[in-house]
């Protein structure tokens, strides 16, 4: 594991947020992080194709965040090049009524990775403890149980040969204002503002004591957090890119052993 400990908290120690700096950027400027990307774009192909090839372990990355986090930006930038039949991308929305009428984990069960692919979660489900405690959308001592079904859930999957990274973009609140003023500004941006956000927003501290809770409570060897400084896109964007490749490094997936005789192989005319 990509351990770097400035940004994945101990397990079982209790995560403050003020704690991590959104705007840290580790010294490095924009050229020197453009320059290792693309080195690690290189790296993550050879990688994503050797875990298809091989077809044994997957990868889960789940992404969270405030609105105007990134968690879009990061997708694209993360994964642009990979063969995009090894990956697909689920974004996790208001649940329909027919999986409220199931239970929480049904519909992120059914969207998990299969083996030799990587799944990412565009949100997931973190947000039944996160929206739905701030919003008091289920009674308390419902959603105060689910930290205990995560963590089993996230075990039985990382039991069968998943690897899963969840991070946590951090923005300030500031940035995000900057990021909503933006959105307003340019017509082409404005497809991606919701007035919907700004009650949301509002609750701006309890939604990082609800992230505060869900860090400190989920985060395991087998599928750690990752607190992501996030007001520096460049920034962001290298810091998962090295945590998914240095994961991938250590899967170490093979090619397949080739069948037997293949260079007496003749292609007829
Ligand atoms: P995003 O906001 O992720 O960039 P979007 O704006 O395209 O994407 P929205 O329609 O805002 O999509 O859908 C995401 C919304 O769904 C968020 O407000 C999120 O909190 C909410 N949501 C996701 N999962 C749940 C859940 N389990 N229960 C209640 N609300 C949820
Ligand atoms: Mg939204």
Redesign the pocket.
């Given at each position: 594991m990509a351990a770097n400990h400035k940004l994945h908290p101990k397990p079982g120690s209790a995560v403050r947020l003020k704690d991590y700096d959104p705007d840290d950027c580790d010294g490095i400027d924009k050229e020197e992080a453009a320059e290792e990307m693309s080195q690690l774009k290189d790296r993550l192909q050879t990688l994503q194709e050797r875990l298809y090839a091989e077809g044994k372990q997957a990868l889960l990355v789940i992404l969270q965040a405030m609105?105007?986090g990134g968690?879009?930006g990061t997708i694209k930038r993360v994964f642009e090049g990979i063969n995009p039949q090894g990956v697909f991308v689920t974004?996790?929305?208001?649940?329909t009524a027919d999986?409220l009428a199931r239970d929480?984990l049904w519909r992120v069960h059914r969207a998990v990775p299969p083996k030799g692919h990587i799944g990412i979660f565009?949100?997931?489900?973190y947000?039944?403890v996160?929206?739905?405690r701030v919003?008091q959308?289920v009674p308390e001592a419902v959603w105060q149980r689910r930290y205990d079904h995560i963590n089993a859930f996230e075990r039985l999957l990382t039991d069968g040969g998943t690897r899963i990274l969840k991070f946590f973009l951090h923005i300030s609140k500031d940035e995000q204002k900057q990021r909503f003023l933006d959105r307003l500004k340019d017509p082409s941006k404005h497809w991606?503002f919701?007035t919907?956000?700004l009650p949301?927003r509002e609750r701006w501290e309890d939604y990082m004591r609800a992230y505060e809770d869900a860090i400190s409570r989920c985060n395991t060897e087998a599928a750690p957090w990752f607190i992501v400084p996030a007001n520096r896109k460049w920034y962001r964007d290298l810091v998962v890119m090295r945590t998914i490749v240095g994961t991938l490094e250590a899967m170490n997936p093979r090619y397949p052993v080739p069948e037997p005789g293949l260079e007496h192989v003749v292609i007829p005319d």
């Open positions: 609105d105007a968690k879009d974004s996790f929305k208001a649940p999986e929480f565009n949100r997931s489900h947000e039944d996160l929206i739905v919003n959308l991606k919701s919907g956000d949301v």
